[in-house]
């Protein structure tokens, strides 16, 4: 270590940008548990344990929304506002929210830091960081605000000015950082599954949340020019990865909506009771959340095994680079699916949109999801043996929505034991620092790697 640095590049250059972003969170979260662990923040007559409240707190910061108990029942309004900050921390990111106070009291970002926020932040530079970081706030608050502003079209009538005015806030915020957690009732957004006006807010808080900032941005640039371009010239100005997200979110949630219409439509525990319209609107509700959102209009422990197993699927995928969602990503998926296409029409270069794409790209979606794959074999193995009492299916489930940081559960977790609550706990850590770890460490084992010149003769290995 040099100590000519300044302290704070002297702790930059040690543990470097991905353990600064990784530990961070961890500060986050073992903040969070003791300040929900003290009985100021509880309601009287309600003690959790502290496992309990790491738990919270780790769901909370990872936005995840999985709770052994109702929040409603559990915390005050001291807890239910850390759970608020949690909750912004977490999907902002507190390096992000560091790195703005900074820049506010005009003090100048160096390399190391700018580095940092950069990887953090998903950026493909460092140019410009403090201007970036107040658009992603401005662009955070908002969409936060004018979501509040809708419910509490509903929330005021129905709970008064003040409550009516914080549910609104606490709903907001959890709904736009994809955090899952709500401050109304035990049984998430259920009371409110045939109100459209709650319904298409929070989806459109989920969608702009998990669309990523970079997205957003794009977007701006281009729509000024509505007046003077066709939407196709409009289409092809947008980045190869705006374009990319939008399909792959519009078929994701189509999709979604169609299947879990088809198969729940005649399941009166589910959809079988509503009217059409009211089956369409759940249908894309639930479609909508398991962008890893975590919120729910229906019961999922009374899902059908065929809706629980084909959702398995569509939480790992996620949300999009850059945003508030969890899961591999929408591109990492789409990667996937371009080299199983490219490889079956045994096409030398892989293209998307007419642009051919580096192989470096389909190595790193390669790596992230085979490493997602065993880190869901070990987990759900250890479920398995810790909760001998619970199906399979709702297990896995469990595990899933853990890892890609959805939040949905099957009724599985507040029946968790002890152990399989740190099991969920490290997958909820894992899949919300996993996926910036996983990409850095490539790119920098990239970045570092000698040059060697050594050739060494071809060989073949037998493949299928």
């Known amino acids: 270590m040099n100590f000519n640095l300044p302290f704070r590049d002297k702790i930059l250059r040690f543990l ?6 990784a530990l961070s969170f961890v500060l986050v979260i073992l903040v969070g548990s003791v300040l929900l662990w003290l009985p100021i923040a509880q309601n009287p007559g309600m003690r959790a344990s502290y496992l309990n409240s790491l738990f919270v707190a780790t769901s909370a910061t990872c936005v995840t ?3 052994p108990f109702a929040v409603i029942d559990q915390y005050n309004l001291i807890g239910q506002t850390v759970l608020i900050f949690l909750m912004q921390i977490g999907g902002l990111g507190l390096m992000s929210l560091l790195a703005l106070f900074l820049t506010l009291m005009r003090r100048k970002l160096n390399f190391s830091e700018k580095k940092m926020l950069q990887d953090s932040l998903n950026k493909n530079d460092a140019d410009n960081i403090p201007n970036f970081l107040k658009s992603i706030f401005r ?13 509490a079209l509903r929330f005021i009538p129905e709970y008064g000015l003040a409550q009516g005015l914080y549910n609104s806030v606490f709903l907001s915020i959890s709904a736009f950082c994809n955090a899952g957690l709500d401050n109304l009732t035990r049984s998430s957004l259920m009371a409110y599954t045939s109100d459209p006006l709650i ?12 669309l990523g900032f970079a997205v957003w941005f794009d977007l701006r640039r281009i729509l000024p020019e509505k007046k003077k371009l066709s939407w196709k010239r409009l289409w092809t100005r947008l980045s190869l990865h705006s374009r990319l997200v939008l399909v792959v979110t519009g078929i994701l949630l189509g999709s979604g909506t169609l299947i879990v219409l088809l198969v729940e439509y005649g399941n009166p525990n589910t959809l079988g009771w509503m009217n059409f319209p009211q089956k369409i609107m759940a249908a894309f509700f639930q479609s909508t959340t398991l962008r ?3 919120f729910s209009t229906i019961d999922f422990a009374m899902l059908r095994d065929a809706s629980l197993f084909i959702m398995l699927f569509y939480m790992i995928i996620g949300g999009s680079p850059g945003g508030t969602a969890g899961g591999i ?10 080299l199983i296409i490219s490889e079956i029409r045994d096409s030398g270069n892989m293209t998307l949109f007419k642009r051919t794409l ?9 790596a992230i999801t085979l490493t997602y794959a065993c880190i869901m074999v070990i987990a759900i193995f250890l479920l398995t043996l810790t909760e001998p009492q619970i199906g399979f299916l709702p297990l896995a489930f469990e595990a899933f929505s853990a890892v890609a940081t959805v939040g949905l559960s ?17 997958l909820m850590y894992i899949g919300r620092v996993g996926p910036i770890t996983i990409v850095l460490s490539l790119m920098r084992m990239k970045q570092n790697r000698k040059t060697n010149n050594l050739v060494y003769p071809h060989g073949d290995v037998l493949i299928g």
């Open 16 to 21: 470097g940008p991905t353990r600064m972003i």
């Open 65 to 67: 929304g999985l709770m």
């Open 139 to 151: 662009y955070t608050f908002i969409f936060e605000g004018i979501g509040m502003g809708l419910l």
């Open 199 to 210: 319904n298409f807010t929070v989806c459109g808080l989920i969608i702009t949340g998990g």
């Open 292 to 294: 890893t959102a975590g």
């Open 329 to 338: 990503k929408t591109t990492t998926f789409s990667m996937l699916f371009v």
């Open 358 to 366: 580096p192989s470096s790209t389909f190595h790193r979606a390669f």
């Open 410 to 426: 099957a009724g599985v977790t507040p029946l968790l034991s002890a152990l399989g609550k740190i099991v969920i706990i490290m």
